[in-house]
């Protein structure tokens, strides 16, 4: 066999070996953090706010501390960096490559990054397999163990979808 004719089967090869990792990564479990204060998670964020005109949101995202204490990176799709939030009892801070904003808590921030009101003491205690619904909220953990959850928000208008794909550690 010529060097060509091995070449001509590198594109399989590869498409097997993509396709065994992907099967891999779907049997990986999904770790809950046993200290919230070291809790990290990464993965696919997807907002959908039912407004006039409708919004749509979706970012890599890396969340890392505590309600009360942390750090909630968003990037695109192709890894640039869109926000860095940080909060802390003392200050919420907002980073964009334009700016710089401070904020009074990381509920006011996070709706203004968002575009929508996020309950971050929820949001962790969903990522950790705890069902607590906020008022107005309802939320699916039945997928976690797969790395997904989706929270709704059906009170106060409008409506919002959330969706999380976490990836495996």
């Given at each position: 066999?010529?060097?060509?004719?091995?070449?001509?089967?590198?594109?399989?090869?590869?498409?097997a070996?993509?396709?065994?990792?992907?099967?891999?990564?779907?049997a990986?479990?999904?770790?809950?953090?046993?200290?919230?204060?070291?809790?990290?998670?990464?993965?696919?964020?997807?907002?959908?706010?039912?407004?006039?005109?409708?919004?749509?949101?979706?970012?890599?995202f890396?969340?890392?501390?505590?309600?009360?204490?942390?750090a909630?990176?968003?990037?695109?799709?192709?890894?640039?960096?869109?926000?860095?939030l940080?909060?802390?009892?003392?200050?919420?801070?907002?980073?964009?490559?334009?700016?710089?904003?401070?904020?009074?808590?990381?509920?006011?921030?996070?709706?203004h990054?968002?575009?929508?009101?996020?309950?971050?003491?929820?949001?962790?205690a969903?990522?950790?397999?705890?069902?607590?619904?906020?008022?107005?909220w309802?939320?699916?953990?039945?997928?976690?163990?797969?790395?997904?959850?989706?929270?709704r928000?059906?009170?106060?208008?409008?409506?919002?979808?959330?969706?999380?794909?976490?990836?495996?550690?």
């Amino acid at each position: 066999m010529t060097l060509f004719g091995a070449w001509r089967w590198a594109p399989a090869a590869l498409l097997a070996l993509c396709g065994l990792s992907l099967l891999s990564a779907c049997a990986s479990f999904y770790p809950r953090p046993t200290n919230s204060a070291q809790a990290l998670w990464q993965g696919r964020l997807a907002v959908n706010i039912a407004s006039s005109p409708a919004q749509a949101f979706s970012a890599n995202f890396l969340l890392e501390g505590s309600p009360s204490e942390g750090a909630l990176e968003l990037s695109s799709l192709l890894g640039m960096r869109v926000a860095t939030l940080r909060w802390s009892p003392q200050a919420a801070t907002l980073q964009t490559p334009q700016e710089r904003l401070q904020f009074e808590s990381v509920d006011a921030m996070v709706a203004h990054s968002l575009g929508t009101a996020l309950p971050m003491a929820a949001l962790f205690a969903w990522l950790q397999g705890d069902a607590f619904a906020p008022p107005g909220w309802e939320v699916d953990l039945q997928d976690l163990p797969a790395g997904r959850l989706r929270a709704r928000r059906l009170a106060p208008a409008p409506a919002a979808d959330i969706k999380i794909i976490l990836e495996p550690r």
